[in-house]
């Protein structure tokens, strides 16, 4: 995981989204016009609030890219 989108508040319609980003080994929570605040491991409350994860594989390749290798659909 490289970045978490989560939300505070009681309903998605209302409340506040933020995001996590891990880099250089720690993570950084960003909030609006704010430095972001951060943290050696991701706190359980933001965990607990994840909405989107972004994963990256071992050859730091986005999950879910295509190999240039594969015909186009054309």
Do not use: C
Request: aromatic fraction near 10%; charge should be negative; charged fraction near 15%.
């Amino acid at each position: 995981i490289i970045a978490i989108a989560f939300h505070i508040g009681e309903r998605a319609t209302s409340g506040h989204w933020r995001t996590a980003l891990f880099h250089n080994h720690r993570w950084f929570a960003y909030d609006d016009g704010m430095l972001p605040v951060q943290y050696p491991e991701l706190p359980i409350d933001i965990q607990k609030q994840a909405s989107l994860l972004w994963l990256i594989s071992a050859d730091r390749t986005p999950l879910g890219s295509l190999p240039s290798s594969l015909p186009s659909s054309s």
